[in-house]
């Protein structure tokens, strides 16, 4: 059961529809067609093994696989004011299996693990001034599951620079989600836990990028965000010392401060140096650190290789404790190892084809990029994906 977001079909096809229409202008500048500026499509497959397990309270598969597609197209046009117009649609579908959501119920699942599908499209429409370097933006999304349903707006604003080696943005954005409340099979009977159960969240995220000098280039990232309402998730098992077991039960809001840095640097024409470090902190008590590292080389004008490695640490929440540790009187209790003290190693590499004639002589079909991951956490859980992304412009 994974959640994920998704805007409304019929949304993007009635605005697409009506971005598309030029209407005349009678001032001095004609409005400018409609033009497709890129299309992006990307396709991966992502599988996991591990014995933790939060259905069945902190032990037992973790066996998962996901095939996502996605795909984005990009349309631009100017008004008679010379300001971009750009309009950004975003499709996806996932098709997955985990062996671990049986457990919730395993009289009504026959196989040996469950499956769904999630589709999430969302629409961005940004409108930039080029002679004053602002931007503003706004996104709309739907994001459904059979058990799950997310509404989202944000709103954007982003600053350039006279001398465009400058740039500030903010961003708002309020999630309003619906849970339907699913237990495991056990312990249904006489619970109070029935129907929808609401989550909200709302953060604000803001960056600055500078040009320090022709080779460096810094970015600084903060965001502040705000959760409320159904925050543990009621199909997860809690096992207590004496052997009884419950729905995990989790405060109802959480304060979230991540706090980040990206460096690159560029080693002449062939070598890039791409460095990301960030710190977590919410009221929980989860505190986190990721340091992530890639080197894009050009091997050729049109070929690269960009091999990246990424290390994670974690201080578990409070609320943690493993299977069949947590005593009867704690207020709050999650066996679920997501929020477990942790480390992990990522390592990969991504290989990049661009040729000038485009891939297999078709002009727009400009780029392919093939990346692969490996995935290993402190808890055994070890997980691979290989991602294939085909640019046309």
Do not use: C
Not at 26 to 47: D, G, H, T
Not at 97 to 106: E, V
Not at 255 to 273: A, E, M, S
């Amino acid at each position: 059961m994974l959640k994920i977001s998704l805007a409304a079909i019929g949304i993007y096809l009635s605005t697409l529809a009506g971005f598309s229409q030029d209407v005349q202008d009678s001032s001095i500048y004609k409005r400018k067609k409609l033009k497709l500026e890129e299309v992006n499509f990307v396709s991966s497959y992502y599988k996991q093994d591990g014995n933790n397990s939060a259905v069945t309270g902190g032990i037992g598969t973790e066996h998962l696989t996901d095939f996502a597609t996605t795909i984005d197209v990009k349309l631009s046009r100017y008004d008679h004011r010379r300001r971009k117009h750009t309009l950004t649609a975003e499709l996806g579908v996932d098709v997955y299996s985990s062996a671990s959501s049986d457990k919730i119920d395993p009289n009504t699942i026959s196989s040996a693990s469950s499956g769904d599908q999630r589709i999430y499209p969302s629409i961005t429409y940004a409108i930039a001034n080029e002679e004053n370097g602002s931007t503003v933006s706004v996104n709309g999304s739907i994001s459904a599951e059979y058990d799950y349903l997310s509404k989202g707006l944000s709103l954007g604003w982003a600053k350039l620079s006279k001398d465009k080696n400058r740039e500030f943005s903010a961003k708002g954005q309020v999630y309003l989600d619906t849970w339907t409340v699913i237990l495991p099979i056990e312990l249904r009977s006489g619970s109070n836990l029935k129907g929808n159960k609401p989550r909200n969240t709302y953060s604000t995220s803001f960056s600055l990028s500078q040009v320090i000098t022709r080779r460096l280039q810094v970015l600084l990232l903060a965001d502040v965000a705000y959760q409320k309402g159904q925050l543990a998730t009621l199909y997860h098992r809690t096992y207590f010392t004496d052997g009884s077991h419950r729905v995990e039960h989790l405060p109802d809001s959480r304060f979230k401060l991540p706090l980040g840095v990206r460096l690159n640097y560029f080693l002449g024409d062939r070598f890039i140096i791409r460095s990301y470090y960030r710190y977590y902190t919410d009221t929980w008590g989860l505190q986190a650190h990721t340091a992530e590292i890639e080197t894009p080389v050009k091997i050729t004008p049109f070929f690269s290789v960009s091999p990246f490695y990424r290390y994670y640490t974690q201080q578990g929440v409070k609320y943690f404790a493993k299977y069949e540790q947590h005593n009867l009187n704690e207020a709050y209790y999650t066996s679920d190892y997501d929020l477990s003290k942790l480390s992990s190693n990522m390592f990969g590499m991504g290989i990049r084809y661009a040729p000038p004639g485009g891939i297999a002589n078709i002009a727009k079909l400009n780029a392919v990029e093939l990346r692969y991951g490996h995935y290993h956490r402190s808890t055994g859980l070890n997980a691979d994906i290989v991602t294939i992304l085909l640019k046309l412009k």
